[in-house]
């Protein structure tokens, strides 16, 4: 299975890179195929919604690094979202990449798996409403498959992460089909 992993944390060796790292080793134990595409070390315009790419084909920002994660994201058969929660919701950088998904919305419709992984300091699990709201509503609109959401609370900085929550990641990934 071809699987991208998308990150929005600008923490290298923060507590979403920890679950992603988690979630990739139980993926390649699997003998899956994944791309990581850490948004925050990448160059993402934000969509300015000036429907080019619906006339033309070609988004007006087609040269920057979405032109590395496009190719993946349109053969992966599962995608992966892994973001801190930032005010109640993913942050700015993974939903940059997101929204980028306009210029190949038909393409990428149907034929996905999809992940949400998500660490917040909040010990409650509402913290994560907005993000799982957003999650369950584009993955029914994109008709893909929604594999699994995990939701790390109580984890300001990576060891805060509970055993359970670093073992679910592992187990998203590894038993991914
Ligand atoms: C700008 C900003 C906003 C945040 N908003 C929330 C929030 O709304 N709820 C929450 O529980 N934690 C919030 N946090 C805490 C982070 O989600 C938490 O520290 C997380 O572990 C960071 O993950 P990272 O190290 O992968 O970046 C916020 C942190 C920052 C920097």
């Known amino acids: 299975m071809k699987i991208v992993v998308i990150t929005g944390s600008a923490h290298k060796h923060g507590t979403t890179a920890a679950l992603a790292d988690q979630f ?14 850490d948004t925050a070390f990448q160059t993402v315009h934000p969509c300015i919604g000036c429907d080019q790419c619906r006339s033309t084909g070609c988004c007006v920002f087609h040269e920057d690094d979405m032109k590395i994660l496009n190719p993946h994201l349109l053969e992966a058969d599962a ?3 892994v973001s801190p929660i930032y005010y109640y919701t993913i942050n700015a950088q993974i939903k940059a990449v997101i929204d980028r998904f306009y210029a190949n919305d038909a393409a990428l419709h149907g034929g996905k798996k999809a992940i949400l992984i998500t660490a917040m300091a909040d010990t409650e699990t509402d913290a994560a409403s ?17 594999a699994g959401v995990l939701n790390a609370k109580g984890a300001y900085t990576p060891g805060d992460l509970s055993k359970e929550d670093l073992d679910y990641a592992y187990e998203l990934g590894k038993n991914l089909k």
């Open 24 to 37: 990739q080793r139980g993926a390649a134990e699997a003998g899956h195929e994944v791309f990581r595409f």
């Open 79 to 81: 995608v992966v979202f």
């Open 130 to 146: 907005g993000a799982n709201a957003a999650f369950r509503e584009m993955t029914k609109y994109l008709e893909w498959d929604n």
